[in-house]
Each structure stands twice: as C-alpha cells, then as structure tokens.
Antibody, heavy 119, light 110 residues
Framework: EVQLVESGGGLVQPGGSLRLSCVAPESTLTNFWMSWVRQAPGQGLEWVAN????????FYADSVQGRFSIYKNNANNTLFLQMNALRLDDTAFYFC????????????WGQGTLVTVSS | SDVLTQPPSVSVAPGQTASITCGGS??????VHWYQQKTGQAPVLVMF???DRPSGTPERFSGSNSGITASLTIARVEAGDEADYYC?????????????FGGGTRLTVL
C-alpha cells in the first residue's frame, strides 16, 4: 500500500468547476492504472474515472462522461480530476485509488477530499 | 445490467462468525473484491480475486464465489471488525469498462 494525498476539494456552485489533485509516490503513476472513486455523504462507493499508466487510455462513468476529465503529470507525480458543469449530485468525498498491478481492484486509497456543490 | 446486491446490515456477537453476501448475475465469470471502510476512513482492500487475502488481512477473513453469490466471511469477529464492507467487480466491455460496487453492508458487532 502506498500513500496517496488528495487536495482541491471545496464548495462550488452548480455549474461551476473544480480541479482535484492526488500526489503519489514516485513511479506510481507511470507503473499503475489510477482511478478516482467518490462517495456521497452517508452513501456507497461510485467509480468515476481511470487512466492508464502511459495516459493513452481513459474511461469514465456514464454519470460524469463529458463533464469530468482525468489526466496526470508524471513528472510531478500528480493525478488530476478536472470537474466541469458540476451538479448537486456530484457532492461527495473523492478518493484517488491505485489499481493493483495487472489487476482490477484498488490496493491503495487516499484519504479523500470533499467536494460540495451548493448554491 | 451489472448490479451487486448486498444486505444493508449484518449484526453478530463478538467471537461469532459473520457472513456478508454479494449477489449478482454471472459472478462466476468475474473476480470479486472486498473493501472494509471504517467510519471516517478510506476503504481498505481486504479480499481480492474472490478468496485471496492481501498481506495485512487477518486469516479470520475468507472469501468465496459460488457463481451467483460471493461471500466475505469473518470468523471470531472482533469489535475492530465493525465497519462497512463493499464488494466490487469490473464489468462492461473492453472499450467501455465499468467498475461496479455493491451498495455496502454495515457490520455491527453487538
């Protein structure tokens, strides 16, 4: 398990934008697929998006397709989630998570950052 | 569609065995993974590929997948096992993969 540290959450109005960051240990982003997973307060987990080690493939949940964008800066060991056209139901804790090497599960998680969409 | 169904809650006395189920179609063709999430904390992987334990998961935890139902079983339950537990699979297609989580089960230690 590795340490992942998210930041960037906060209060934003509906229709607004926010960018989340996740700092990972060196070489994590170049060797592993990475995901964002969110959890509305008191609710269950919902996968948001993921990105391949080399950044060549990205996938999104239907609920965020076209509004959110996942990308990364390997030189700075930072994963990002650009969130546009935010809606009330995007309110949640957002976790970055590392996918197991060649596996389809999440073996490391950050502590999460809270995004609140409210007018 | 891929839906994973978990009981909202399971209660068990200390020292007893807890079984948390995860139902879904075609589970036999998928690897099921389990996460433990304690209040105010991030999820932690406790079981992967149906029945493999990551290092750090006590041997009291075991998993199974019958094809229709996957289960996470915790023997000799301790107060520290009280948490929400989520099952997870990958679904969809190669061009449109999706991660599916169950709704979660709150394990209460009486």
């Amino acid at each position: 398990e590795v340490q992942l540290v998210e930041s960037g959450g906060g209060l934003v109005q509906p229709g607004g934008s926010l960018r989340l960051s996740c700092v990972a240990p060196e070489s994590t982003l170049t060797n592993f697929w990475m995901s964002w997973v969110r959890q509305a307060p008191g609710q269950g987990l919902e996968w948001v998006a993921n990105i391949k080690e080399d950044g060549s493939e990205k996938f999104y949940a239907d609920s965020v397709q076209g509004r959110f964008s996942i990308y990364k800066n390997n030189a700075n060991n930072t994963l990002f989630l650009q969130m546009n056209a935010l809606r009330l139901d995007d309110t949640a804790f957002y976790f970055c998570a590392r996918e197991g090497l060649g596996e389809l599960f999440f073996d490391s998680w950050g502590q999460g950052t809270l995004v609140t969409v409210s007018s | 569609s891929d839906v994973l169904t978990q009981p909202p809650s399971v209660s068990v006395a200390p020292g007893q065995t807890a079984s948390i189920t995860c139902g879904g179609s075609n589970l036999g063709s998928k690897d099921v993974h389990w996460y433990q999430q304690k209040t105010g904390q991030a999820p932690v992987l406790v079981m992967f590929d149906d029945d493999d334990r990551p290092s750090g998961t006590p041997e009291r935890f075991s998993g199974s997948n019958s094809g229709i139902t996957a289960s996470l079983t915790i023997a000799r339950v301790e107060a520290g096992d009280e948490a929400d537990y989520y099952c997870q699979v990958w679904a969809g297609s190669r061009d449109h993969p999706r991660v599916v989580f169950g709704g979660g089960t709150r394990l209460t230690v009486l």
